[in-house]
């Protein structure tokens, strides 16, 4: 008789288990396997609630099945999913994601009183004037002169950055970090940036080299900005 492979594997580690699930097979093979792990590991009542990560694989699971899971292991409240790791997602999921991650090219110049808004990174090809506002969830860059309000990781993201030809804002925005004109310097000489420092716990304003150091995710758009 052939051994029925096993599609859960469980590892200790310093932070909980980790519990690997083969992409393989159903998922009611799953739960009937998982089900029977966990009977054999009994806990007495006195033990800490010990934290699970799930990795997937290539297996996607719903909110019902993650729910069915959690249900599963926390039922004798010794066990607590931490968090699903899987290599697939929805589609809606990865439309948004690229959305996200998109570069928006624009060619105009963003008046007082126009607020210019976009998902993802901007590529702004014009100046925004006094008065004016950009605004993304990612980060903008400027070939032109920054002079109004620019406000970048809107939704939270603190790694986003602000670059302009001529760095003069009236204020700058980087996640819930604010940024006014008494707070930065600049000579209006070379291409410029702003981008949170952390051990500043503020906005900073610097050269655009710089973010070949500090952002080497997007340091070949800063590249691209030099040369263009």
């Known amino acids: 008789m052939i051994d029925k492979k096993q599609m859960i594997i469980i ?3 310093k932070d909980g288990l980790t519990l690997f699930i083969e992409d393989q097979g159903s998922f009611e093979e799953v739960m009937d396997e998982l089900s029977d792990k966990l009977a054999e590991n009994n ?3 006195d033990e800490p ?3 699970v990560t799930v990795k997937l694989g290539n297996r996607y699971l719903n909110d019902q099945q993650k729910k069915q899971l959690s249900d599963l292991i926390g039922n004798k409240n010794r066990f607590s999913i931490q968090s699903f790791d899987s290599e697939v997602i929805r589609r809606d999921e990865a439309l948004t994601w690229k959305e996200d991650s998109e570069i928006k090219s624009i060619n105009r110049i963003v008046r007082s009183g126009q607020v210019l808004e976009v998902v993802g990174d901007l590529l702004l090809i014009g100046d ?3 008065g004016g506002k950009v605004v993304t969830t990612g980060n903008i860059f400027i070939m032109g002169s920054l002079r109004g309000i620019a406000h970048a990781g809107l939704n939270g993201d603190r790694d986003a950055v602000i670059a302009a030809s001529y760095m003069k804002p009236s204020q700058l925005r980087i996640a819930d970090y604010i940024s006014r004109a008494p707070d930065y310097e600049s000579e209006g000489v070379y291409m410029e940036c702003g981008l949170i420092d952390e051990k ?3 906005i900073v304003i610097d050269r655009l080299q710089v ?4 952002r080497k995710d997007i340091s070949g758009f800063e590249r691209r900005m030099q040369n263009g």
Not at 211 to 214: A, M
Request: no cysteine.
């Open 43 to 45: 806990p007495s009542h």
């Open 200 to 202: 500043q716990d503020k």
């Open 11 to 13: 590892k200790g580690t």
């Open 128 to 130: 925004v004037n006094p």
């Open 211 to 214: 973010l070949s150091h500090k």
């Open 49 to 51: 609630v010990v934290p």
